[in-house]
C-alpha cells in the first residue's frame, strides 16, 4: 500500500517549468480528494502545488436548458471542453509567476464559478476530473487533454462503493431516493463506464485501500 506520502514522490516534476498531473476516474471514485491530499502533502514538503478540477467547465444550467441537456448534465458534451484544453495550455505555456484564472465549480449552486482560482507561482498543478483520457471517438474535443498532462493517474473504486457514495451525493442534495437511483442509473453509471473505457490510457492506476493507495 502506498500513502499519500508516497504518491507524492511520484509525481512529475521538471525544474524551471510548470508540471500538470492528472487524475482521472469515474464519478465518485474520490478523485478531489486524492487532489487536495497530494497537493496539501507536495506543499507540505516545500513544493508550489494547487489543484484544477475540470469541474469548472461545467457549462450553465441555463445554456444546457437551451440545449435540451440539462438531465444529461455530468456528460461530456455538457462540458465545454474546448475551454478546458486552451486553459491547460495556458497552465503550461504561462511563466511561473504570471495569472492563469481557473474557474471552478460550487455544488451549493450547481454552478461554474469563473475565475475561482488564480494558478501564479504554482510549479505543480493537479488537474482532476473524469474525462481526462478519452480520445475523439469517444467523445469529441477531449483528446487533447491527455497530450497536455506530464502523466495521467487512473482512480478507480469497485461500482458498487461508486453506486453507494453517488446515491448518497444525490439524496444529501435534495433528491428522493427513486429520482437519486434514476440519476445514478442513467446518467453516473454510464459515465464511469465512458471513464472505465480509458482506464488504460493512464501511467498508472490506483484504488484506496484503508488509509493508503494500491497501484492496480
Ligand atoms: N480514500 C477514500 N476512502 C474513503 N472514502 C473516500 C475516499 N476518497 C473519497 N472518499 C469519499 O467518497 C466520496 C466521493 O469523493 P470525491 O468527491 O473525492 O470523488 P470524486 O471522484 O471527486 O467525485 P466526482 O467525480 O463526482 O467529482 C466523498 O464522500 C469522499 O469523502
Ligand atoms: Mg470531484
Redesign the pocket.
Known sequence: MLSVTDLALRVPRSPGRRCLLGIA????????????RLSAELTRSGLRAVVA?M?GYHLRNEVLRARGALARK?EPDTFDAAGFVTDLRALRETPIGEPVPWPLFDRAIDEPTEGGVVVRDKDIVVV???YLLLTDAEAPGWAEVGELLDACWY?D?PRA?LTE??L??HTAGGRSAAEATVKVTDS?LRNADLVAASRHRADQVLT??D???RIG
Request: negative net charge; glycine residues 20%; proline residues 10%.
Open positions: 476516474g469515474p464519478p465518485g471514485a474520490g478523485k478531489s480528494t486524492l487532489a487536495e478540477p469541474d455530468g482532476e476530473g473524469n482512480l473504486a462503493v457514495r453517488l448518497h451525493r453516473d484506496a485501500v488509509a493508503g493507495y
